[in-house]
């Protein structure tokens, strides 16, 4: 017993150990961790030194890498914005994937197997890494992007093709046994097991969160994520599909929770981990002796089945109107195979479709595609990116007041002077580092980081903050810090600068006290000038801008209620009713106003 633990506390340091040596060497190199984690796991596992003689045992647990990475994706999805993407979802993801499972097939039988081994191979081949390219995605920060947007909506079409490949597999098995479910089973199941899940979000999840966060103990909170995250995906692999599906959706069920931070907090230390061990395991999973045996073979299936997907991606992307770069940097991320093609070709295995020596040799390209994914992302950034400058990590923030300001741009300098002339002290962020410069050299003390990043909040005191000071020009930023603010802190008092009515209207629904619509004020002042230019004495002028700024902030409260995220501005019927109508009620009060200055006149020449 002794010895059968010792043996496993050496495999467990040999994995730690090779990931602490490999990742941060290859970083050094500029390969990135992806590629020291598949090289560390090829120098221990069976064709290294040997520590490990079953990768596939380790890539099964490792999945949960996978697992945990596309629950926190799920927790940055609300359910609105993943109805938004539904057409991207359907139609980008089906038209990707039919038309390069479609001539990934006749590479197959070119290459002269059998349709049914072609089609199987193919279909395994399609189903790009999810791991790979969140991972790549996630570091260069383009998940919430348009362009990641795409990527990730035909991840999810390609998860949600397990079942119905699955099912293909069994159609095609020389091997019938009463056992196999017929497809509307197989359908119907996985269906339900979508239902169960979905009213478990609704209706259970939050109350017990509430209830955890009431004994305040942080480890239970810990183990109830990972519950969430873990039961939802063994709900959704008993009901055929993939784990990483059951664990999106359960995070897009708790995107809209207040305990949404938290969860995302507690469980990333484990995603980190567990997807490091899986590229791990993926290295491992290369079997030396197979390239060795097949190796010609091998070799043109990698290097033809990226082409033909490569150039299927681009042109897809290119069909959906995206621009050359995005199309390319696309087809870059998404040409390799994916973890789950070792789920399809093992059953198509066991029932018969494909022999163990197709399998292998599938496999095997399906992991080298996977190997040299990174490398190739490399060499892409290096030679056909356009070269963008990289930010620095953020700052430390030593100096915590009661007001923090976020983004020191033109509307946010006129706030700070203000503020601090006032004798109030504000730490002020930005991150523009042109700008942090200028103004430290200047004697502003300033720092620099991404606000919206709830860690650095954090670490500028949003907890004990009085007043939080919102001036930046992104909306979507300005609404992630907004919402956090409010999270952890419910009494901080908020003024946002606002983008356009859209944005102030999204504010409002996050119980903004004070909403800055950044070309209002100007703008009302163009008007009084331009009326006193016509003519109108400048005191009645003033008159009537502040009655149109008095009215139309308080309407904007009255459309704000009626306004839906699902609806463009000119389609929401109620909304546009509301506006007509306050726009008559000013214009009747500004007239008014007129009259009552003209009878004034009137009566001041009579007397």
Request: hydrophobic share 50%; no cysteine; proline share 3%.
């Amino acid at each position: 017993m002794a010895a059968e633990g010792a043996s496993s506390l050496v495999q467990v340091v040999a994995l730690l150990g090779a990931a602490v040596i490999a990742v941060p060497l290859f970083k050094r190199l500029g390969l990135g961790s992806v590629l020291g984690y598949l090289a560390a796991g090829l120098i221990i596992g069976p064709f290294g030194f040997g520590l490990f003689t079953d990768p596939q045992a380790i890539l099964h647990v490792a999945e949960l890498g996978v697992v945990i990475f596309l629950f926190v994706i799920g927790l940055e999805m609300h359910p609105s914005h993943l109805w938004h993407l539904r057409k991207q979802i359907f139609g980008l993801g089906s038209l990707q994937v039919i038309l390069a499972a479609a001539l990934l097939t006749g590479v197959g039988v070119a290459f002269g197997f059998s349709l049914p081994i072609s089609f199987v191979s193919a279909s395994g081949f399609v189903l790009t890494s999810t791991a790979i390219v969140m991972s790549e995605l996630a570091e260069r920060n383009q998940l919430s992007t348009s362009s990641g947007q795409k990527i990730v909506s035909v991840l999810l079409f390609e998860d949600l093709l397990i079942v119905p490949l699955l099912a293909i597999v069994s159609f095609l098995s020389p091997i019938h046994t009463e056992s196999d479910k017929p497809l509307w089973q197989s359908i119907g199941i996985s269906l339900l097991s979508i239902v169960i899940l979905v009213a478990i979000g609704r209706w259970l999840l939050n109350p017990l969160f509430k209830i955890l966060a009431r004994y305040k103990a942080r480890e239970v909170m810990t183990a109830a994520a990972l519950l969430v995250v873990l039961g939802a995906a063994l709900l959704m692999e008993w009901g055929g599909l993939s784990m990483a599906m059951g664990a999106f959706l359960a995070g897009v069920l708790l995107s809209e929770s207040s305990f949404r931070h938290q969860l995302e907090a507690d469980v990333e230390p484990f995603r980190g981990l567990l997807l490091g061990l899986f590229f791990l395991g993926v290295g491992m999973a290369l079997d030396l002796a197979v390239v060795a045996d097949n190796w010609l073979l091998i070799l043109l299936g990698v290097v033809v089945l990226m082409i033909v997907k490569f150039a299927t991606i681009y042109g897809v992307a290119r069909i959906a109107k995206s621009d050359h770069q995005e199309a390319i940097d696309r087809a870059f991320l998404m040409a390799q195979g994916g973890e789950f093609a070792f789920v399809l070709y093992s059953a198509a295995t066991s029932q018969g479709v494909l022999n163990e020596v197709d399998n292998a040799n599938m496999t095997t390209i399906v992991v080298l595609s996977m190997a040299i994914t990174p490398l190739l992302l490399i060499l892409q950034q290096k030679f056909l990116q356009p070269k963008v400058k990289t930010l620095r990590e953020a700052d430390n923030v030593d100096e915590k007041h009661s007001v923090l300001l976020i983004g020191m741009g033109r509307f946010g300098q006129v706030i700070n002077r203000i503020l601090q002339f006032s004798g109030y002290k504000v730490t002020i962020i930005d991150m523009d580092e042109t700008t942090i410069s200028g103004i430290n050299k200047y004697g502003i003390k300033a720092y620099f980081g991404d606000a919206s990043r709830p860690e650095l909040l954090l670490k500028a005191g949003i907890e004990d903050a009085k007043v939080l000071v919102v001036a930046i020009d992104n909306p979507e930023q300005t609404l992630r810090i907004v919402e956090f603010a409010k999270e952890v802190n419910p009494n901080i008092k908020l003024v946002v600068r606002s983008y356009d009515r859209v944005h102030t209207f999204r504010l409002y629904g996050k119980g903004v006290n004070d909403i800055i619509r950044e070309t209002f004020d100007s703008a009302v002042r163009s008007g009084k000038r331009t009326l006193e230019y016509l003519g109108m004495p400048k005191e009645i002028a003033e008159k009537v801008g502040e009655l149109y700024f008095r009215m139309d902030r308080n309407g904007m409260g009255k459309m704000a209620s009626l306004y839906d995220p699902e609806l463009s501005l000119f389609a929401n019927e109620a909304m546009l009713e509301e506006g007509k109508l306050q726009d008559q009620k000013i214009a009747e009060m500004i007239q008014i106003l007129l009259e009552e200055e003209k009878n004034k006149v009137s009566n001041e020449t009579l007397n």
